[in-house]
């Protein structure tokens, strides 16, 4: 057995993931949908999330409305008026089911890959 | 607060995963790499594995390099010769610790994900 001989230099090795939330039909959402709705909750409305993410208004409803699409439940409650004037959204308990259960998930696995690597 | 009434047909939801090593150089390999490794040592010889897993010679060899560029560490012994007369390869040590790892950790993931969900 010849083992190469190729000089290499040896870099330390760690490991990364990416968890996601699927249905049967599959992707449903992940980190920036996640993300997305902790801060319509944060802000308490698209708007404000939407910008406080660096995203366009449009953009922000268009994933909100894929999640839904996707999972088949609403995640967000919005009204009219409020302090701004120009409503607000509100998750729903589902959505916020979804954002714990998610972050949950991620923080056991951060713990594995730095307890056990 | 109004609750939008558009009827939704909810799905049950589950969590995935994908887990890769990296370096601080960036992406080191991932599924595919381990699988590749471990039908090496499977079948001990490049050639047999990558017939195995459809791919061309090439590609796997390819594949190989790119993970010891990644890593800076030889992941395959190779000699001249043997029972096939073509010569074979044997992961090294440094290799199998990393199937080893990749695949605890893997097994570690999904135990969490479908107890904790």
């Known amino acids: 057995m010849k083992e190469r001989t ?3 230099n040896l870099r330390p090795v760690r ?3 990416k968890l996601w939330l ?3 039909r599959g992707y449903a959402l992940g980190e920036g949908g996640v993300r997305l709705l902790q801060e ?3 802000c308490g409305s698209i708007t404000d999330a939407a910008k406080s993410l660096r995203m366009s208004y449009r953009y922000a409803w268009g994933l909100v409305r894929k999640i839904e699409k996707n999972i088949g439940t609403p995640m967000l409650d919005t009204y009219k ?3 701004h004037g120009g409503g ?3 998750v729903t308990q589902a ?3 979804i954002i714990r259960k998610y972050r949950a998930l991620e923080e056991e696995i951060s713990h594995i890959l730095k307890s056990n690597w």
Chains 1, 2 share one sequence.
Request: charged share 35%.
């Open 95 to 97: 959505g916020l089911t």
């Open 6 to 8: 190729r000089k290499l």
């Open 15 to 17: 490991p990364a993931f």
């Open 40 to 42: 319509v909750e944060k």
């Open 81 to 83: 008026g409020g302090s």
């Open 22 to 24: 699927k249905t049967e």
């Open 88 to 90: 607000g959204a509100r």
